[in-house]
């Protein structure tokens, strides 16, 4: 059968049904579309178009926008989406994104669809996709969960004895606590002088380790912070207290700084009771100080004149004002508020003169 050209087709649709011109235009139009796009140059198609219908007024230019189909295997189907393309007379995946992961044409082998459909690598824990799995840089798959050399991401390593658990490195329940280089329990911090109670309090001032507490020991139970270590009061350095030191030859007695026996204090220092048989400062008691410009001196405890009396310089006619100074008792001198007088009056030669002789 010889080939019909479409101008011959034309012809013979026009010759068969008369057509208004306008429609003409849109059925010239429609045979070359309909030539290029649809099976049998366009035969079918081009029939269909002078009645207003078929694939070039569905999905080619005589149809209403917008378009909502486009022409596939020689007919109209609905757009294809999702990067699919019309193959074999329907929308597929193409052969650089073969898979289809619902509705959307995918490419395996990728971070975000490794292994299959929505299989997305953690790129940003260090995940990269290979091998068709997601893997950390030294290929191996990790669970970033529970892997102790991976934890939470990519080379995280957990330390000697810690667990990784949800993504976080931590100690195992029995041994909570990490401390030094490992996970302890906590029956180990009762004891330890290093690690009192918490990791890292070290028990100082000769404290020890107690019950998770560093306390003194019994034989020096009192903590001085100054001198920062236990002590044991009632000492001649601690007494009474931390610091209160025993000086001047004191001892601690009771928790008091108290002079031993035989001794008395004066002035802070504890001295022997000899001492004050001689002490011109100190004579018989703390304190009692002999008048040396009187010329007196101490002796046994006493302030004595170097003779060994005991004047009272105010009336002492053998040591009036001072030790050794005399009144002129034979002359009619007495001594009266430490000085030597005359009771009458002196004469011209300094003798005192007599009274009067009564009537």
Known sequence: MPRLSVFTLLLLACSVVAIPESQA?????????????????????????????????????????????????????????????????????PYEKPKDCNGECKKFGTDTDCSGCGDKCYVDKGEKCMGGGCKCPDGKKADFTKDVDNCGKCGKMCKKGEICEHGECKCP????????????????????NYNCGTCGNKCEGGKTCKNGKCECPAEKPVFCEKDWKCKKLGTDSDCSSCGNKCEG???????????????????????????????????????????????????????????????????????????????????????????????????????????????
């Not at 230019?61 to 486009?70: F, G």
């Not at 041994?175 to 302890?184: A, N, Q, R, T, W």
């Not at 018989?284 to 060994?308: I, L, M, N, Q, Y």
């Not at 009396?309 to 009336?315: E, G, L, Q, S, V």
């Open 249 to 359: 030859g004191k001892t601690c007695k009771n928790g008091k700084c108290e002079c031993p026996y035989g001794t008395y204090e004066c002035k802070g220092i504890c001295k022997p009771s000899k001492d004050f048989k001689e002490d011109p400062y100190n004579c018989g008691s703390c304190g009692k100080t002999c008048d040396k410009t009187a010329g007196e001196v101490c002796k046994d405890g006493g302030c004595k004149c170097p003779k060994g009396d005991k004047p009272d310089f105010k009336k002492d006619n053998k040591n009036c004002g001072k030790c050794e100074t005399k009144c002129k008792v034979e002359k009619g001198e007495t001594c009266k508020d430490g000085k030597c007088e005359c009771a009458h009056g002196k004469k011209s030669d300094g003798s005192c003169k007599q009274p009067k002789p009564k009537s």
């Open 25 to 93: 235009k849109r059925t010239t139009i429609c045979s070359s579309w309909c030539g290029a796009n649809t099976p049998l140059f366009g035969v079918d198609c081009i029939l269909q178009s002078i009645k207003q219908k078929g694939p070039c007024y569905e999905c080619g230019p005589a149809a209403k926008t917008p378009l909502t189909k486009e022409p596939c295997g020689g007919k109209c189907i609905e757009k294809c989406k999702g990067g699919k393309k019309c193959q074999n007379k329907e929308c597929q995946c």
């Open 173 to 192: 329940a029995d041994k909570p606590v990490f401390c030094g280089d490992k996970c302890k329990p906590w029956k180990d911090f009762k004891e330890d």
